[in-house]
Each structure stands twice: as C-alpha cells, then as structure tokens.
C-alpha cells in the first residue's frame, strides 16, 4: 500500500494477555518508530529502528514490551501481561532515514483495550 | 527529559477568527515540526523549522521557530472549519537523534 499499514485497528483483551500489533512500513523507508498516545496526550516515543536493528529503545516503559523487525520492513510490538495501564493507541511511523530528522509518516494506530 | 508544553490545550473560536498557538521548552533543538492530527487518524506533518528565528508560510498558516530553538508558535489566519484539530509541536534535540519528542497538543475547534 501507499502509506504506513497498521493490523490490528482495534484489539480489546483481558488483563494479563499477550499481545502482538503489527506495522507495515512506508516500502522503500529504512527507519520505523513506534509511539504510544494516551486519550489527549501527545506521542511518546517507544522505539525506533533503522534497519534491521532496535537504534533507540530508550522510551520503552519495561520488560513487558519488545519491538522486532527482524527483515528490516514489517515490525511487531508485543507486550507481554497486559494491564489496564497499557490502554492507549500505539501508533508506528516511517521515515526515509532516521539519520536525519525527516518528515514521520503515521498510520493510523492500534487501539489497544486493557479490561 | 526534553520537555514541550503546548498552549493553550484547548481552543474554541468562530470562523474567520485568528489564533495563535505556543510550544515551550527550556530544551534547545535542532529542528522543530508541527503536526495536525484528526480523529482516528495519525499525525501528519505540516512544516519542520531548523534555523532559530525562521517563518515558514503555509497559506493561512505562518509558524515560527524561536531565535533560541527553545519555542515555536503556529498562527492561524481566519481560520476555518477545516482547521478543527489537534496541533502537535514535535522536537528533535540536538543529543537525541532522530527521536522526537512530542508536546500534548491544542485541541482546536473552528466552529461555523
């Protein structure tokens, strides 16, 4: 497709679940980034990618997320024992390169439900 | 932490009205990006500044990069219905590297 492809739009699931939300990226783009954005809250940084490798994960909140990319195109969050404080739109972005700060191009996120 | 603080959080006006909208930070960095964003939808960008004290015009549209690189304001000029959104300032520091910060945004509202 034309732009930054998120699956799934919408995912409810109970407390302590595994979940897994998809993005596929801009073709041709080689950095990947993903956010969380909470109800009337900017982005926040999670991770970033340039390539096949996890550049800046700095904005990871803990050990129960892991972002992979692993052919350097498609990337999957996952977060391991959800809680209710996970529930927030997860966006994924892609640039042309990370090594400079270019235009982000956002899907349309996952909205991730946390009962 | 670099910090944004957008103001104000929210706005209401009439069509035809101007506005002008703030992002602060004690941070300095190296460029600065506005972002509009709609229901259900993700950012999209509208400009990026680099140069302390440059404007940028985008039709109705004038954003200004402070001459500290700490601030930046987005000015609206008779706005329109289409304008109702969020307005997202999004910084890059100059140790962060491509990393953007992103300040909470100013719901805007342009009622007819």
């Known amino acids: 497709g034309a732009g930054v492809s998120q699956t799934p739009s919408n995912k409810v699931t109970e407390k302590g679940k595994y979940v897994e939300l998809r993005c596929d990226p801009i073709?041709?783009?080689?950095?990947l980034y993903w956010y969380r954005q909470s109800l009337g809250q900017g982005p926040e940084f999670l991770i970033y990618?340039?390539?096949?490798?996890?550049?800046?994960d700095s904005g990871l909140p803990n050990d129960r997320f892991f972002a992979v990319r692993p052919e350097g195109s498609v990337s999957t969050l996952k977060i391991q024992r959800t809680e209710r404080g996970d529930s927030a739109v997860y966006l994924c972005?892609?640039?042309?390169?990370?090594?400079?700060?270019?235009?982000?191009?956002f899907g349309e996120g996952s909205r991730l439900t946390v009962l | 932490t670099q910090l944004l603080e957008q103001s104000p959080q929210f706005l209401s006006i009439q069509e035809g009205e101007n506005l002008t909208v703030y992002c602060n930070s004690s941070?300095?960095?190296?460029?600065l990006q506005w972002y509009r964003q709609e229901p259900g939808e993700g950012p999209v960008l509208l400009v990026t500044?680099?140069?302390?004290?440059e404007v940028k015009k985008l039709k109705r549209l004038t954003f200004q990069f402070g001459d500290a690189r700490k601030d930046s304001s987005l000015h609206i000029t008779a706005a329109q219905p289409g304008d109702t959104g969020l307005y997202l300032c999004?910084?890059?520091?100059?140790?962060?590297?491509?990393?953007?910060?992103f300040g909470e945004g100013t719901q805007l509202t342009v009622n007819p």
């Open positions: 990618f340039q390539g096949t490798g996890a550049a800046d």
């Open positions: 972005a892609s640039s042309m390169d990370s090594r400079r700060t270019g235009e982000l191009f």
């Open positions: 073709s041709g783009h080689t950095a």
């Open positions: 941070s300095v960095f190296s460029s």
């Open positions: 999004a910084g890059a520091g100059e140790t962060s590297g491509s990393r953007l910060t």
């Open positions: 500044v680099v140069t302390g004290g």
